[in-house]
């Protein structure tokens, strides 16, 4: 084996994954902060937005749902709402600025009631 090269089939499963370990420890201790995040920001794209079927958008969506936990519907709301707006014309997107407001200073009453109790 002197003038031949070793190659992955010369090593065992436990001489394998050891060798792996070490080029994972290796290249995450010369990556710089920037660098890793970088490459955890491609990571998870490709894992949540490569989705393909049925099945593999499930699984982001339960991901995304465990992340976001209590506010899950609310970032719903939002991605939602912002295409909706989107869409609106000046006049619309005013009525729904109103509609907005009078629907807080009505949440702002109901519970400004609920303290004096």
Do not use: C, H
């Not at 992955?8 to 201790?29: A, G, H, I, M, T």
């Not at 992340?67 to 869409?87: A, H, P, S």
């Amino acid at each position: 084996m002197s003038n031949e090269e070793i190659n992955f089939k010369d090593l065992n499963d436990l001489q394998l994954d050891k060798l792996k370990d070490l080029y994972v420890e290796s290249r995450l201790n010369n990556m710089s902060e920037d660098d890793l995040r970088n490459f955890v920001r491609i990571s998870i794209d490709d894992q949540i937005k490569g989705t393909v079927g049925n099945q593999e958008e499930k699984e982001a969506w339960l991901e995304m749902k465990e992340f976001f936990k209590d506010d899950f519907q609310d970032k719903i709301l939002i991605v939602r709402k912002g295409n909706q707006i989107e869409q609106l014309t000046p006049e619309e997107e005013e009525l729904e600025k109103r509609k907005n407001l009078l629907e807080k200073r009505k949440n702002e009453k109901d519970s400004k009631e609920e303290d004096m109790w």
